[in-house]
C-alpha cells in the first residue's frame, strides 16, 4: 500500500513539473525514478522512453504507467498515470479559463514568450542524456 502513494506522490510531482510534453519532462523522469527513487536504472529508462514512443499516446502517460505496473501491477499503473495527469488536466482547465478571458494581457503574452527556451533547454537536456546512455551505457 506505501508504494501506491508513493507513486501518486512522485507522478504528481513530475506532473506538476511537467511543463513542454515529451521529452521536455525525461530530465524530470530521470531525477526522480533513477535517482531518487532507484525503481529504474537509465537503461530501463531509455527502454520505456523506446517503448513509449512505439506504444499510442504521449510519453507522460506511457512511461508511468509502465513504472506504476512494475512497481505495484495493474493498480500501480493506473495511480501512476492518474497522477502524473492529474496535475496539468486541472491547471489547464484554470489557466484555460484565464487565458481565453484575458488573452489580450502584455504580461500574459510575455509569460508565455519566457517559457519557450526553457523548453528547449529540457528537451536539450534530455536529447543529451538519451544519447549518452544509448552509446555509452548501454
Not at 524530470?28 to 512505439?54: C, H, K, N
Not at 536539450?124 to 555509452?136: H, P, V
Request: charged share 10%; glycine share 10%.
Amino acid at each position: 500500500m506505501m508504494i501506491l502513494w508513493e507513486l501518486c506522490i512522485t507522478f504528481m510531482t513530475i506532473g506538476i513539473s511537467a511543463f513542454g510534453g515529451g521529452y521536455a519532462v525525461m530530465p524530470l523522469f530521470q531525477t526522480y525514478l533513477v535517482q531518487q527513487r532507484g525503481w529504474l536504472t537509465l537503461v530501463e529508462l531509455a527502454d520505456i522512453t523506446a517503448i513509449s514512443q512505439m506504444t499510442p499516446g504521449p510519453i507522460i502517460l506511457n512511461c508511468p504507467t509502465f513504472v506504476g505496473i512494475k512497481m505495484a501491477g495493474i493498480l500501480g499503473g493506473i495511480i501512476a498515470t492518474v497522477s502524473a495527469v492529474l496535475p496539468s488536466f486541472v491547471l489547464m482547465l484554470i489557466l484555460g479559463y484565464f487565458f481565453f478571458k484575458h488573452s489580450n494581457l502584455e504580461f500574459i503574452q510575455a509569460i508565455l514568450k519566457g517559457l519557450r527556451p526553457a523548453i528547449v533547454g529540457l528537451i536539450l537536456i534530455a536529447t543529451l542524456a538519451l544519447i549518452k546512455t544509448s552509446l555509452f551505457d548501454g
